[in-house]
């Protein structure tokens, strides 16, 4: 089956990529088993080396990366290189990992007891079309590092970063069939890849509905599962922070990638006494924000990533918005940032539902405890913001909101040396930080008697 990628920037097809038949999943997953078990016997040290060599591959790449991510996603060029490094980085990262993945040895009567930490086998990481480079990374990266074949099956939407990653982890030394890129359908070669006996593990990053669809299948057969599902995160601002500073980043915390981030702010919670002098702050922030071309520099914020998608986000924008940003005019999927705040905004759906585009609703709050009240007024917890200049209020607020990462007086709180993840519908188990590897290994105990 064929697929036309589109440039979302100019509604034109960049590339008719081969989608993958459920019969060439097979034979992928079948690659991909002979080549685990080369791979995992690697010693700790050359797997490391490759690893640092498919990572100065992909920085030896960057400019060309980006391009693609440009013309394939729509990404402003300054955050798509940000991407491409990204990459770089999580493969330098992780490529510290295999001589770093120590065992145990436990004290036992009559004998010694030691554990060691084995691969799983084959992982299929299954990327989704907002974060073309990183998440593929994110999933690919400590599965490789811990001994395991991935097979990453990118969204039908973008899938030419992923393939020429691909190419350049060939290129780097990397075994055939150790990584595989395989374009498809998610019923298609998505649900094989989940279906499949001889893949091990899933890591999935989308939809609520197909990671509830994955959990499910992978149950029925005991296989692994690390899901990231979405969020509708808060950034809650108190009377006492920096308002300017405040004012001046949320339109980052929530336009960002156009609204299409998990981790997008989109609900803004300003206390009440201070909430009319926040939005008079806000307005100019937020039409500051350049949306354009995103092959430009000075682009901050491209288009949606298709027609279908700026529809959907279109219907969650009443008549009467508080008010918007500007977007180009002409071909290409573009939507202006809004703001949607007043009396009723939080029985509005774009306050309840996962808009995914550059949408964003304020509310008042009273205190502490209705703040947290309408934080966790959500079945996602994924991620969220606390502005305060009262460190102990800061703490306390971390932790009764009910969210997987949190910064305080910050917008961001991704980092790849740290736990990444959800609580609630936002997913299970966790990504990134020093402990991945954890995912992608199980503990084997062996007891030997002395005695």
Same mark, same amino acid.
């Given at each position: 089956?064929?697929?036309?990628?589109?440039?979302?920037?100019?509604?034109?097809?960049?590339?008719?990529?081969?989608?993958?038949?459920?019969?060439?999943?097979?034979?992928?997953?079948?690659?991909?088993?002979?080549?685990?078990?080369?791979?995992?016997?690697?010693?700790?040290?050359?797997?490391?080396?490759?690893?640092?060599?498919?990572?100065?591959?992909?920085?030896?790449?960057?400019?060309?990366?980006?391009?693609?991510?440009?013309?394939?996603?729509?990404?402003?060029?300054?955050?798509?290189?940000?991407?491409?490094?990204?990459?770089?980085?999580?493969?330098?990262?992780?490529?510290?990992?295999?001589?770093?993945?120590?065992?145990?040895?436990?004290?036992?009567?009559?004998?010694?007891?030691?554990?060691?930490?084995?691969?799983?086998?084959?992982?299929?990481?299954?990327?989704?079309?907002?974060?073309?480079?990183?998440?593929?990374?994110?999933?690919?990266?400590?599965?490789?590092?811990?001994?395991?074949?991935?097979?990453?099956?990118?969204?039908?939407?973008?899938?030419?970063?992923?393939?020429?990653?691909?190419?350049?982890?060939?290129?780097?030394?990397?075994?055939?069939?150790?990584?595989?890129?395989?374009?498809?359908?998610?019923?298609?070669?998505?649900?094989?890849?989940?279906?499949?006996?001889?893949?091990?593990?899933?890591?999935?990053?989308?939809?609520?509905?197909?990671?509830?669809?994955?959990?499910?299948?992978?149950?029925?057969?005991?296989?692994?599962?690390?899901?990231?599902?979405?969020?509708?995160?808060?950034?809650?601002?108190?009377?006492?922070?920096?308002?300017?500073?405040?004012?001046?980043?949320?339109?980052?915390?929530?336009?960002?990638?156009?609204?299409?981030?998990?981790?997008?702010?989109?609900?803004?919670?300003?206390?009440?006494?201070?909430?009319?002098?926040?939005?008079?702050?806000?307005?100019?922030?937020?039409?500051?924000?350049?949306? %354009?071309?995103?092959?430009?520099? =000075?682009? !901050?914020? @491209?288009? $949606?990533?298709?027609?279908? #998608?700026? &529809?959907?986000?279109?219907?969650?924008?009443?008549?009467?918005?508080?008010?918007?940003?500007?977007?180009?005019?002409?071909?290409?999927?573009?939507?202006?940032?809004?703001?949607?705040?007043?009396?009723?905004?939080?029985?509005?759906?774009?306050?309840?539902?996962?808009?995914?585009?550059?949408?964003?609703?304020?509310?008042?709050?009273?205190?502490?405890?209705?703040?947290?009240?309408?934080?966790?007024?959500?079945?996602?917890?994924?991620?969220?913001?606390?502005?305060?200049?009262?460190?102990?209020? %800061?703490?306390?607020?971390?932790? =009764?909101? !009910?969210? @997987?990462? $949190?910064?305080?007086?910050? #917008?961001? &709180?991704?980092?790849?040396?740290?736990?990444?993840?959800?609580?609630?519908?936002?997913?299970?188990?966790?990504?990134?930080?020093?402990?991945?590897?954890?995912?992608?290994?199980?503990?084997?105990?062996?007891?030997?008697?002395?005695?």
């Amino acid at each position: 089956m064929d697929f036309d990628v589109i440039n979302p920037a100019t509604g034109k097809v960049v590339e008719t990529v081969t989608l993958a038949s459920a019969e060439e999943t097979d034979a992928a997953v079948e690659r991909a088993r002979r080549a685990y078990g080369t791979w995992r016997n690697v010693a700790p040290g050359d797997r490391a080396r490759l690893l640092r060599a498919f990572a100065a591959a992909v920085d030896a790449h960057v400019g060309e990366l980006a391009a693609l991510e440009v013309a394939n996603a729509g990404h402003p060029v300054g955050q798509a290189r940000w991407e491409a490094g990204n990459v770089r980085d999580v493969l330098s990262y992780y490529a510290a990992a295999p001589e770093r993945q120590f065992g145990r040895q436990i004290p036992v009567p009559g004998g010694l007891d030691v554990t060691f930490a084995e691969p799983l086998g084959v992982v299929a990481v299954i990327v989704p079309w907002n974060f073309p480079m990183p998440i593929l990374a994110w999933g690919a990266a400590p599965a490789l590092a811990a001994g395991n074949a991935v097979i990453v099956k990118p969204a039908e939407l973008t899938p030419l970063t992923a393939r020429r990653i691909g190419e350049l982890a060939l290129d780097a030394g990397i075994p055939e069939g150790v990584l595989q890129i395989l374009p498809g359908a998610g019923p298609v070669a998505g649900a094989r890849l989940v279906e499949h006996p001889d893949v091990a593990k899933i890591v999935f990053t989308g939809s609520t509905r197909v990671g509830k669809e994955i959990m499910s299948a992978a149950g029925s057969r005991v296989k692994r599962v690390t899901l990231e599902l979405g969020g509708k995160n808060a950034n809650i601002v108190f009377a006492d922070a920096d308002l300017e500073r405040a004012a001046a980043t949320a339109p980052y915390a929530v336009f960002d990638n156009a609204g299409q981030d998990c981790c997008a702010r989109s609900r803004l919670l300003v206390q009440r006494e201070v909430h009319d002098r926040f939005l008079e702050l806000l307005e100019p922030a937020v039409a500051g924000v350049v949306v %354009g071309d995103p092959a430009d520099p =000075a682009t !901050e914020m @491209g288009p $949606l990533i298709s027609a279908a #998608h700026r &529809a959907r986000v279109a219907s969650y924008v009443p008549d009467e918005v508080a008010f918007r940003g500007s977007a180009p005019d002409g071909p290409g999927f573009y939507f202006p940032p809004t703001v949607l705040a007043g009396p009723g905004v939080t029985d509005l759906p774009a306050w309840h539902d996962e808009v995914f585009g550059p949408v964003v609703t304020v509310a008042p709050f009273d205190d502490e405890a209705d703040a947290v009240r309408l934080a966790n007024d959500t079945p996602y917890g994924l991620a969220g913001s606390i502005w305060t200049r009262d460190l102990g209020r %800061g703490i306390r607020m971390a932790r =009764a909101v !009910e969210a @997987g990462n $949190l910064s305080v007086n910050s #917008h961001s &709180a991704v980092r790849f040396w740290t736990p990444f993840g959800g609580f609630k519908r936002s997913g299970l188990g966790r990504e990134l930080g020093p402990d991945a590897l954890d995912a992608f290994t199980e503990t084997k105990n062996v007891f030997i008697a002395t005695d």
